[in-house]
T-cell receptor, first 111, second 112 residues
Framework: SAVISQKPSRDICQRGTSLTIQCQVD?????MFWYRQQPGQSLTLIAT?????????ESGFVIDKFPISRPNLTFSTLTVSNMSPEDSSIYLC????????FGDGTRLSIL | RKEVEQDPGPFNVPEGATVAFNCTYS??????FFWYRQDCRKEPKLLMS???SGNEDGRFTAQLNRASQYISLLIRDSKLSDSATYLC?????????????FGTGTRLQVFP
């Protein structure tokens, strides 16, 4: 299976700021996914990131709040913009090897 | 109705017990099914895919019932190290897309 690295592993941010999370894979993959896991909840898919095209967002998630980049087949970023305490969550990227395997997540706390 | 539903548990079982989890899904067009294991404060890790004919991996057996739209996971001879949350995942139609919908997870606690 692929080795998936996320940075940062955790962060504490002030409300109103933005944070960009990086996801690096050790092999080329077509599809990368970004999920959110709020405390005590399951995973919710935010968007699908394909190289060379705009990300596809799920219902309830918009590009202005969660802009995504996918510059090549091994890398993607997710930005959480204008953060509020409700954005406190674990953010996970995954790649479809297949099936999907996850990075170790970014634990985000908003003060 | 939620797209994927699981009993949250917790299931508290003694070592050596057999325990089974079910997971129901709402869309009959789903074609891919998986069980993931998530340890506390860790990312989900794939436990096994679920095939139409059922499949076994050591102490773990997964089954699919398309007519009733559920998948199951059976763990035999439970070990302390099996304590974790077990998430089922179902692909999101149309077609056999790669998007997955996750259940809320079932927590298992195995005690000595």
């Amino acid at each position: 299976s692929a080795v998936i690295s996320q940075k940062p592993s955790r962060d504490i941010c002030q409300r109103g700021t933005s944070l960009t999370i990086q996801c690096q894979v050790d092999s080329q993959v077509t599809m990368m996914f970004w999920y959110r896991q709020q405390p005590g909840q399951s995973l919710t898919l935010i968007a699908t990131a394909n190289q060379g095209s705009e990300a596809t967002y799920e219902s309830g998630f918009v590009i202005d709040k969660f802009p995504i980049s996918r510059p090549n087949l091994t890398f993607s970023t997710l930005t959480v913009s204008n953060m509020s305490p409700e954005d406190s969550s674990i953010y996970l990227c995954s790649v479809d090897v297949p099936p999907q395997h996850f990075g170790d997540g970014t634990r985000l706390s908003i003060l | 109705r939620k797209e994927v539903e699981q009993d949250p548990g917790p299931f508290n079982v003694p070592e050596g017990a057999t325990v089974a989890f079910n997971c129901t899904y709402s869309n009959s067009a789903s074609q891919s099914f998986f069980w993931y294991r998530q340890d506390c404060r860790k990312e989900p890790k794939l436990l096994m895919s679920v095939y139409s004919s059922g499949n076994e991996d050591g102490r773990f057996t997964a089954q699919l019932n398309r007519a009733s739209q559920y998948i199951s996971l059976l763990i035999r001879d439970s070990k302390l190290s099996d304590s974790a949350t077990y998430l089922c995942a179902v692909n999101k139609p149309p077609g056999n897309t790669d998007k997955l919908i996750f259940g809320t997870g079932t927590r298992l606690q195995v005690f000595p």
